[in-house]
């Protein structure tokens, strides 16, 4: 049971960073959907035997995990240099934040 649902949480992972690498939000949001599925998959196994397929499985979903997030962060980067861009272009200071402390956005 929990080497197939680790089986399961891999591939998601797999999808969904092939997802973010795509250019498909339908995609993007379906991977999201079955990667959060497979997570509370493998929350609700109750009793782990490790072997050693396991913990290679445990390595290579953490080794998926961290792409994604590299992936993650790739992406916001990107959206807040476009979005700095666009400010500039508008007349704006781009280095001057968009939200003020108290988290309302500034004009």
């Given amino acids: 049971m929990s ?10 992972q797999t999808t969904l960073i092939e997802a973010l690498d795509g ?3 339908a995609a993007l949001e379906a991977a999201i ?3 959060a599925r497979a997570v509370e998959n493998v929350r609700a196994i ?3 035997h490790e072997t050693p397929e396991i913990a290679q499985h445990l ?10 997030r590299a992936r993650v962060n790739y992406l916001a980067d990107r959206n807040r240099r476009s979005i700095e861009r666009l400010i500039g ?11 003020s402390r108290g988290g309302r956005l500034t004009p």
């Fill in 3 to 12: 080497e197939a649902a680790l089986g399961q949480l891999i591939d998601c």
């Fill in 23 to 25: 250019n498909d939000p």
């Fill in 33 to 35: 959907a079955d990667f």
């Fill in 46 to 48: 109750s009793a782990w």
């Fill in 59 to 68: 390595l290579h979903a953490l080794q998926l995990a961290d792409a994604a």
């Fill in 89 to 99: 272009l508008a007349g704006g200071d781009p280095s001057a934040s968009a939200y």
